[in-house]
């Protein structure tokens, strides 16, 4: 197929635009299918979890959005000695998944992923899923609960036993907000999921 002039110069632009993606937060957080289609890389993450881990795709994004907002290298907040002196961090909690060095390691030596990142997307996605499934064998819940999930996900497993959430009254509406985005994702997906299988460029030639 021979490119027009109009085509060549549009695949140049899309091209420097994807490059220029990187690992930057999607500019859309708040639409999947927008973030699907700025990032096709993380769609196909999310499918190879789904089927590896059985869960739903709204799920794991809706709680990577409340820990970290899709930032690849955030961190829990500084702590101060005398208010003034920088003394390490609240948690050891880090990238897209905000996991904890304890549990990523023991996600590390579950699946064998020795070389597993919290700074590569694709991993951290892995470990939400990996964790989900472990939620749903250890404490019954429901994967596509996106509430018992995540409290699962923030007390950890023995806490939700415990139900240590009960506690924290500002924990609860936080869980409700990660339901409510999982909703809304899962309402998006569904409009956009056919349209994604086309895959790139198959968009792409349809959109010229």
């Known amino acids: 197929m021979l ?119 694709d991993d951290a996605i892995d470990f939400v899923g990996w964790y989900m499934d472990k939620t749903a064998s250890i404490n019954g819940v429901y994967k596509y609960d996106a509430y018992g999930q995540y409290l699962n996900y923030h007390e950890g497993w023995g806490g939700y036993r415990n139900r240590t959430y009960a506690s924290k009254a500002w924990l609860l509406p936080v869980a409700g907000k990660v339901k409510a985005r999982s909703d809304l994702y899962a309402r998006q997906y569904a409009g956009c999921k056919a349209d994604l299988e086309r895959g790139f460029w198959g968009r792409f030639w349809r959109w010229l």
């Open 3 to 121: 490119l027009t002039p109009l085509k060549t110069t549009t695949l140049l632009l899309l091209t420097s635009l994807l490059a220029a993606c990187g690992t930057s937060p999607p500019r859309t957080p708040d639409d999947i299918c927008g973030i699907f289609r700025e990032k096709d890389d993380w769609y196909d993450a999310a499918k190879v979890t789904q089927k590896r881990w059985g869960v739903p795709i709204q799920v794991p994004f809706a709680i990577m959005y409340q820990e970290s907002g899709f930032r690849q290298n955030a961190k829990t907040p500084r702590k101060y000695l005398l208010w003034i002196i920088p003394w390490g961090r609240v948690s050891t909690a880090a990238g897209y998944a905000q996991a904890k060095d304890e549990v990523w390691g023991d996600y590390q030596k579950s699946t064998g992923r020795n070389w597993a990142s919290r700074q590569d997307f």
